[in-house]
């Protein structure tokens, strides 16, 4: 099994910051995407920053500018750094690793339990 926790989220005025952080229990490897999403309660998940080794990271529209991922492979761990936070950034943030060892292997999806991020106006 495969495990991921994610720490980081906290309470913060609009226009703070934040460093959510991920680490998951096997190496990230080349093929694997890491990914943060969020999920507002009655909403739907939705992506929030996703990247690959080697590749452009991918942010939803409303975050570009504003946030950041990134990953360290030594700790097996993925941040995601939150700029000008808003209000509508609150949410519970969900950390997503899409596992595949080789570029020929269908990827498996593996999820954390969250972590709340709340921006106060």
């Known amino acids: 099994q495969v495990q991921l926790v994610e720490s980081g989220g906290g309470l913060v005025q609009a226009g703070g910051s934040l460093t959510l952080s991920c680490t998951t229990s096997t190496k990230i490897g080349d093929f694997d995407t890491m990914g943060w999403y969020r999920q507002t309660p009655g909403q739907q998940r939705e992506l929030v920053a996703a990247m690959t080794d080697g590749n452009t990271p991918d942010y939803a529209d409303s975050v570009k500018g504003r946030f950041t991922i990134s990953r360290d492979h030594s700790k097996k761990t993925v941040y995601l750094q939150m700029n000008s936070l808003k209000p509508e950034d609150t949410g519970v943030y969900y950390c997503?690793?899409?596992?595949?060892?080789?570029?020929?292997?269908?990827?498996?999806?593996?999820w954390g339990r969250g972590t709340q991020v709340t921006v106060s106006s």
């Open positions: 997503n690793q899409k596992l595949q060892r080789w570029n020929w292997e269908r990827p498996k999806d593996y």
